[in-house]
């Protein structure tokens, strides 16, 4: 008997209208756009509006994914919420999504994973479809970026956008759905990327507004040389455990934070340019939502046939790294 699988059969996204360029931010900030660009690969970011939150786009991704998939909400048995910037700290953004979408009383919950976090709930999702537990699940990563970005620190607010995207796993048998994931959590690397304060451990007060500790912290540095390891341990062990070689990797999706990341994994595989997508020039790091909104563009250019073994792979703040295997189909 043919395995049981959790398979992709919706897929849908959400970019707010607003676009800051780099032109922009030359206007308030010591920055240039080639200076952006040669350390990034950003040329612009699109930034949700006054009245748009993680959970608005979220819901809106959502729904695209669902039409994308001829789904009804009823049909849904799961939702897993991936975000590091909720609306509140509770409740989870994913209740304020199920009741958006009128999706009948369901099990769901937010996943906190840094940048990892689509990847970390693509694992978990497929584990409950695979277990038998659920037939479909709604896996979204929704993070609204500019609400937590420091617009006077010029190392960070060149790099952070907005926006949102879902997919759709249903439980099928045969060769197509998710083969095999790795993911992983190094908490001695925790402070590389952090905000200072806002939580229990430093709750709001005037002295952390005035020092601005509400705001992403970023060691660049750091952060890149863990990036450039992480990523491709990640493909490969990954692979490793869909029992696929290498070889057999028809298209890399990888979180999209910056383009020298990206390069770095290129060359490190010695994969061609058309077999691996990058769009980092025209969204920036959008997070949890930077993958499915690479994956809507490969579809767009015909790159997702049919048979073709992807990989996505991203890291993040935790810290945290991973990669899931999917035989697309």
Not at 59 to 68: E, G, P, S
Not at 208 to 232: Q, S, W
């Given at each position: 008997?043919s395995?049981?699988?959790a398979?992709?059969?919706?897929?849908?996204t959400?970019?707010?209208e607003?676009v800051?360029t780099n032109q922009d931010?030359?206007?308030f900030?010591?920055?240039?756009?080639?200076?952006?660009v040669t350390?990034t690969?950003i040329r612009e970011?699109h930034l949700?509006g006054?009245?748009?939150?993680?959970?608005?786009?979220?819901?809106?991704?959502?729904r695209?994914?669902l039409?994308d998939a001829g789904?009804?909400?009823?049909?849904i048995?799961?939702?897993v919420?991936?975000?590091n910037?909720?609306?509140n700290?509770?409740?989870?953004v994913?209740?304020?999504v199920?009741d958006a979408?009128?999706?009948?009383?369901a099990?769901g919950?937010?996943?906190?994973?840094?940048c990892?976090?689509?990847?970390?709930?693509?694992?978990?999702a497929?584990?409950?479809?695979?277990s038998?537990?659920?037939?479909?699940?709604?896996v979204v990563?929704s993070?609204?970026?500019?609400?937590?970005?420091?617009?006077t620190?010029r190392?960070t607010?060149?790099?952070?956008?907005?926006?949102?995207g879902?997919l759709?796993?249903e439980?099928?048998t045969g060769?197509?759905g998710l083969l095999g994931?790795?993911?992983?959590?190094?908490g001695k690397g925790?402070d590389l990327?952090?905000?200072p304060a806002?939580?229990?451990?430093?709750?709001?007060?005037?002295?952390?507004?005035?020092?601005r500790?509400?705001?992403i912290?970023?060691?660049?540095?750091e952060t890149?040389?863990f990036a450039?390891r992480?990523?491709?341990?990640a493909v490969?062990?990954?692979?490793?455990?869909?029992?696929l070689?290498?070889?057999?990797?028809?298209?890399?999706?990888?979180?999209?934070?910056?383009s020298?990341?990206?390069e770095a994994?290129?060359r490190h595989?010695?994969?061609?340019p058309?077999?691996?997508?990058?769009n980092i020039?025209?969204?920036g790091n959008t997070?949890v939502a930077s993958i499915p909104l690479?994956l809507?563009?490969?579809?767009?250019?015909g790159?997702l046939?049919?048979?073709r073994?992807?990989?996505?792979?991203?890291f993040g703040?935790g810290?945290?790294?991973?990669?899931n295997?999917?035989r697309?189909?």
């Amino acid at each position: 008997m043919s395995r049981l699988r959790a398979r992709v059969v919706g897929l849908g996204t959400y970019s707010p209208e607003r676009v800051l360029t780099n032109q922009d931010l030359e206007r308030f900030l010591d920055t240039s756009d080639e200076w952006i660009v040669t350390r990034t690969g950003i040329r612009e970011r699109h930034l949700a509006g006054d009245d748009e939150t993680t959970a608005t786009m979220a819901a809106a991704a959502a729904r695209a994914a669902l039409a994308d998939a001829g789904l009804e909400p009823d049909a849904i048995d799961y939702v897993v919420l991936a975000t590091n910037t909720p609306d509140n700290i509770f409740p989870a953004v994913a209740a304020r999504v199920q009741d958006a979408l009128g999706i009948p009383a369901a099990g769901g919950f937010d996943l906190q994973a840094g940048c990892t976090g689509l990847i970390y709930g693509l694992d978990v999702a497929a584990a409950l479809i695979e277990s038998g537990r659920i037939r479909r699940a709604l896996v979204v990563g929704s993070d609204k970026l500019s609400s937590i970005v420091d617009y006077t620190d010029r190392k960070t607010a060149v790099l952070f956008g907005d926006g949102a995207g879902a997919l759709v796993l249903e439980g099928q048998t045969g060769e197509y759905g998710l083969l095999g994931s790795f993911v992983r959590l190094d908490g001695k690397g925790a402070d590389l990327i952090s905000i200072p304060a806002g939580g229990s451990r430093l709750p709001a007060s005037t002295r952390t507004v005035e020092e601005r500790l509400h705001y992403i912290r970023m060691d660049g540095n750091e952060t890149f040389r863990f990036a450039v390891r992480a990523m491709p341990q990640a493909v490969e062990q990954a692979l490793e455990r869909a029992g696929l070689p290498l070889s057999a990797l028809d298209l890399l999706v990888p979180h999209q934070a910056n383009s020298r990341i990206i390069e770095a994994a290129m060359r490190h595989f010695a994969l061609e340019p058309e077999k691996v997508v990058m769009n980092i020039d025209r969204y920036g790091n959008t997070s949890v939502a930077s993958i499915p909104l690479a994956l809507a563009d490969a579809r767009a250019q015909g790159r997702l046939v049919p048979g073709r073994v992807v990989a996505l792979a991203g890291f993040g703040a935790g810290l945290t790294w991973g990669a899931n295997i999917i035989r697309w189909g």
